[in-house]
């Protein structure tokens, strides 16, 4: 060899390291594997035998003195993780219905386990393993997907972990710039399946005889690609004795190295380079850490190539529930600790992984409104290439998502449960979720006793779209450490983006025993089967070993409200309503691809108050979803009377506490009797606003029929407000107390203990509700419109109705040729009113932005310091609880009109959008607040130094 064309090598003259980069570039060629096939090269280059001699094997933690990755005396822990093809049931068959198969479904595995892993289909899941703070992680890798015309017969797989500290050189997976190779072709490939096409076949081969533990040489089939100082991976497919040796010569077939072996090996052991270590550093709680095959990672999200790290506490052990015994994989997990593991949870905890996923066309169902194939009664379509339809798919329950021709195929750890599997078995949708009749879910079912904690995993691995996750009965904090974070039960999330819902106790505030639900807020992916069962015991199990220190097992509340609680009552009946998102604009507005947006709904449904029911029937009062108002501390009692012609009806509310056998509002898993009334009867439902909850907005849904009638308009909320406060209409003044508004003045009492300081604020809730499955992703042509329904409130404004009215689009927002005001809801207020906005995610299939131009609120609006925010995402369940910053005019107290809107322009023409008034003190239109606000300031006129105060919340504790 030419010494001209090698590397200079230079050296950093403190450290006496390798400098970095001091690779060539690479570009069109196969790089080379790192030295000694290492995790951290540049950071660990030095590795010695106890004789003096170079290692085989990772440096030792802390050998490299303190540039070491690991430190010394770190806790090692060790995988060897292949990546492998197998075909992967989503969702077995049914009596009247196919599996759900993906016929090259790729999972990662443990190598020990990959036996037993594709003999159980119940084990064949993404990879989840854990480590604990302060763990030294070393990783062997190699792959076993071979190469096929999907991938042009040259398939790689690497490991690309996110979020560890790591050499960047070799153990990030991706192989850019100066790095050495991390991506693997298939060493399992002995011939070449594709001599004359793709990448050629890789430096694979067998022992030709057996040899025994301490023999310095080998004999192999072909030992054509191999040279001195070739570091030779032996025993690539056996758990137990893979060892790596390097070769000291080569003598026709026989290999001798510069080390004996260690193990003995068979003839016919696979020998090969195909091989990679990682090393990762867990310096801190990380909590969920995304890693992922980045090769071809558009297509094998889909089919399953991705998985999790878990960061536990330092010196946790993790445990099977069922038996006890210490695991070293899994989506379920005891982990047994003495360490805190969020602001709320100390000790021992139960987890769950919940690997969300989209992309995955095995699970997609046919969208049928406004999909010209639909006609045709197609049962596929086409895909694009990573993404090819089987050649049947079911079509989706909910017929009314509009777009595109299928929806995109999501899942919680490959595995999903339709609701048009579910429904073929049984069409009552009230029964959708009855285990007895339909059997558990194949999404993770957790399982825990009352008041054990809860750790959620929440990650997307795949891959295009933005999601919710929603846990019914219970709450976790968005900001895991902090004590004052606000109680939510949602969370949104996208691709390689993780949360770690943290939930204090399983059973909710209440501690009520029963089966909870969690679910996709998605609409397309929560039919598509994303949800499952969340079930809670009061009483002990067979097959579930309670947590240590909590064997004794809790009881339920014998109710739901204290004694001394205050009752409020409100008898609510569920109507069929024909419902008009706007007066002006036809019943129908065509937009592209002969898709239309929808102004009247003819199967419109609402919740009503019994006193409110004959004006709206006779259209004395505009429809607006129920929205009731109570205290923290109240008791609500719920009398609903179905009126519906055919549907079942049910109450379900979230963020307050329920008895979910006897108030769910749904039939869920194993959770006694029917909590859904059939038209003419009537159920009493009761929630608790717990102080653990505290001042929130709370969402109400339908699920006698959850698949069409929350989109048909059977959803509201109750607002939450300061203990012992009253509503008052802000333009009439009368008390509205105990009666339905989606805007109120909040009259506190100061004379009650923590409401000495508090002020009267403005209330506004606004619930949206969308149906648009295609707008925003990657579809050709790509969609300019929203279509279906989209409104807030029932109402709409559309500025195309608004433009044919012969507004300008310069002035579409303020032109009065479409009226004085827009038809959606109207939020006035005096400025410097303290004011808070409630916007809830009623009914949603994409995840939207809110936002009030000119004014901010907190993000954590109970915690000192939040970063101040003037945007929020927010999608299906989801709610944002906007306390705005300086009140109504915001820190300068300005006078004038503002938008709020949907900031997703196509949703804002769609008519997401209303104006905010501010207004002088003395304006008439509404009733001042009391006290009274300092008098108007303008921008002439500079108030000083601005100040945040969420006025409208009560001091946490």
């Known amino acids: 060899m030419n010494i001209c064309f090698l590397p200079r090598i230079t050296f950093d003259p403190q450290t006496g390291k390798l400098a970095f980069p001091w690779l060539r570039p690479h570009l069109g060629k196969r790089p080379p594997f790192a030295p000694n096939h290492g995790g ?60 759900v198969v993906d016929p090259i479904g790729m999972i990662y595995v443990l190598h020990e386990e990959e036996a037993e892993v594709r003999k159980n289909p119940k084990k064949q899941l993404p990879l989840v393993i854990r480590g604990n703070v302060y763990d030294c992680v070393d990783v062997i890798f190699k792959n076993e997907i071979p190469d096929d015309a999907r991938t042009g017969w040259s398939n790689k797989i690497n490991l690309h972990p ?12 991706p192989t850019i710039g100066f790095s050495y190779d991390m991506s693997l072709r298939a060493f399992t490939m002995l011939k070449d399946p594709e001599p004359t096409k793709g990448m050629p076949l890789p430096a694979n081969t067998v022992l030709t005889a057996d040899s025994n533990a301490g023999a310095r040489s080998i004999t192999l089939a072909d030992t054509s690609k191999f040279h001195v100082n070739t570091e030779l991976g032996v025993g690539m497919d056996d758990p137990k004795f893979f060892e790596v040796v390097r070769i000291k010569s080569i003598n026709g077939k026989t290999v001798t190295f510069d080390a004996p072996l260690k193990y003995g090996h068979k003839k016919n052991d696979i020998a090969s380079v195909e091989f990679i270590r990682e090393r990762w550093y867990v310096d801190s709680d990380l909590g969920t850490i995304y890693w992922h095959d980045h090769v071809f990672g558009t297509d094998t999200w889909g089919h399953g190539l991705f998985s999790a790290f878990i960061t536990e506490p330092p010196r946790s052990t993790y445990h099977d529930p069922v038996t006890g015994k210490e695991i070293r994989s899994g989506p379920i997990a005891d982990i047994h600790t003495l360490e805190p593991v969020s602001a709320h949870i100390r000790g021992s905890f139960r987890e769950v992984m919940m690997h969300i996923m989209d992309s995955n066309a095995r699970s997609a169902e046919l969208i049928t409104t406004d999909n010209p194939q639909a006609k045709m009664n197609a049962v596929t379509v086409d895909g694009p290439p990573s993404h090819q339809f089987p050649a049947k798919i079911n079509k989706s329950a909910m017929w009314f998502l509009n777009g595109g021709e299928a929806t995109t195929g999501s899942g919680y750890g490959m595995r999903v449960e339709p609701l048009s599997v579910r429904l073929a078995n049984n069409p009552d949708p009230s029964k959708l979720f009855i285990s007895g009749i339909h059997g558990d879910p194949g999404t993770p079912l957790l399982r825990a006793y009352l008041g054990d904690p809860i750790m959620v995993r929440a990650l997307v691995g795949s891959a295009n779209e933005v999601h919710t996750w929603h846990v019914t009965g219970h709450w976790f904090p968005m900001e895991r450490y902090g004590k004052d974070a606000m109680p939510r039960s949602t969370i949104h999330l996208v691709i390689g983006e993780r949360y770690d819902p943290a ?245 506190v009492d100061r004379a009650l203990p923590g409401n000495e300081s508090r002020k009267n604020y403005r209330d506004f809730s606004l619930m949206f509700q969308d149906e648009d499955n295609i ?19 029932y109402r709409s404004e559309p500025t195309a109705w608004r433009m044919e009215k012969g507004c300008d689009v310069s002035e579409i927002f303020s032109c009065v040729k479409a009226g004085d005001t ?136």
């Open 40 to 99: 951290a090269p540049w950071l660990e280059p030095f590795r010695v035998r106890e004789d003096g001699t170079r290692s085989t094997e990772q440096a030792k933690p802390g050998e490299q003195g303190p540039w070491s990755l690991c430190p010394e005396n770190s806790p090692r822990k060790f995988f060897t993780i292949h990546s492998i093809t197998l075909p992967i049931t989503l969702k077995p068959a049914t009596e009247k219905t196919a599996a």
């Open 162 to 173: 996110h979020f560890f500290q790591f050499d960047t050189s070799a153990s990030d997976g």
């Open 503 to 747: 939930i204090p106790a399983a059973g909710g505030p209440q501690k009520q025993a029963g089966d909870y639900l969690y679910y996709s807020g998605r609409a397309s992916h929560f039919a598509e089967g994303s949800w499952g069962i969340f079930r809670v015991f009061d009483e002990l199990q067979s097959d579930l070993k309670p947590l240590p220190s909590r064997e004794q097992i809790q009881k339920s509340a014998p109710s739901v409200c204290p004694a001394e609680s205050p009752v409020k009552t409100f008898n609510v009946s569920a109507i069929d309503q024909q419902i008009r998102y706007h007066e002006g604009a036809p019943g129908v507005m065509e937009v592209d691809l002969e898709r239309k947006m929808v102004f009247g709904n003819e199967q419109g449904k609402m919740y009503v108050l019994d006193g409110d029911r004959g004006r709206v029937k006779a259209g004395e009062l505009k429809p607006s979803p129920l929205t009731l108002h109570v205290n923290v501390g109240d008791c609500v009692k719920i009398n609903l009377k179905n009126e519906m012609a055919r549907e079942r009806a049910g109450f379900h509310v979230d963020m307050m506490a329920f008895n979910p056998k006897d108030s769910f509002g749904a039939n869920v898993g194993n959770n006694p009797g029917d909590q859904t009334v059939g038209p003419g009867e009537s159920k009493t439902y009761t929630y608790y606003a717990h102080p653990e909850y505290g001042e929130l907005a709370a969402l109400i849904q339908d699920w006698g029929n959850v698949v069409e009638n929350p989109r048909n308009g059977l959803f509201g909320s109750i607002i939450v407000g300061p203990k012992g406060s009253r509503y008052r209409d802000p333009v009439s003044g009368d008390d509205i107390t105990m009666k339905s508004s989606w805007r109120a003045d909040v009259l």
């Open 775 to 793: 707008v925003g992703v990657s579809f050709m042509p790509y969609i300019q419109q929203v279509a279906g329904i989209t409104a807030v409130n």
């Open 822 to 957: 827009p038809s959606t809801p109207l939020l006035q207020a005096h400025v410097g009113d303290s004011v808070a906005v409630h916007v809830l995610g009623a009914f949603s299939e994409q995840v939207q932005l809110f936002t009030i131009d000119g004014h901010e609120w907190p993000h954590e609006p109970y915690m000192q310091g939040a970063d101040q925010v003037s945007t929020m995402e927010f999608g299906g369940s989801e709610v944002i609880n906007a306390y705005l910053t300086g009140g109504a005019g915001g820190p300068n107290k300005i006078v004038g009109d503002y938008l709020w809107k949907n900031q997703r322009p196509a949703f804002a023409n769609a008519g997401q959008w209303g104006l905010f008034k501010v207004l002088p003190v003395d304006d008439q239109r509404i009733k001042p607040l009391m006290p009274q606000v300092p008098p108007t300031r303008t921008a002439e006129q500079p108030s000083g130094k601005a100040k945040a105060s969420p006025t409208s919340l009560k001091n946490k504790k």
